[in-house]
């Protein structure tokens, strides 16, 4: 009945985490339409594909710095002070 139990907690573990997850992807998601909307980039006409790429670029620029350890980019992203818990996930891209 133990091991029932366990697994009935793990269970419960696994969905709170699903659950974790999709807000993190939320925020992240409004976090950087917001960013858009600002800077006038949502009312622009840019391919899917043209979008990734400046990403991908904007990514490569962060990554260096960190590696670098240089204060152009902080280590841990701006708000979250867990540590950047939701800096690793993955937003699907749909064309």
Same mark, same amino acid.
């Given at each position: 009945? +133990?091991?029932?139990?366990? &697994?009935?907690? &793990?269970? =419960? ?12 992807? #939320?925020?992240? =998601? ?20 043209? #979008? ?5 670029? &904007? =990514?490569?620029?962060? @990554? ?7 204060? !152009? =980019?902080? +280590? ?6 867990? !540590?950047? +818990? !939701?800096?690793?996930?993955? #937003?699907? @891209?749909?064309?």
């Amino acid at each position: 009945m +133990a091991t029932k139990l366990a &697994i009935l907690d &793990i269970d =419960a573990q696994i969905e709170k985490l699903r659950e974790r997850k999709k807000t993190l992807i #939320v925020k992240s =998601a409004d976090r950087f339409a917001r960013a858009a909307t600002k800077s006038g980039l949502a009312e622009m006409e840019i391919a899917d594909e043209e #979008v990734d790429r400046i990403f991908e670029e &904007i =990514a490569a620029r962060f @990554h260096k710095a960190e590696k670098r350890g240089s204060g !152009g =980019a902080s +280590a841990a992203p701006r708000g979250q002070a867990n !540590g950047g +818990a !939701g800096a690793e996930t993955e #937003v699907p @891209h749909d064309s």
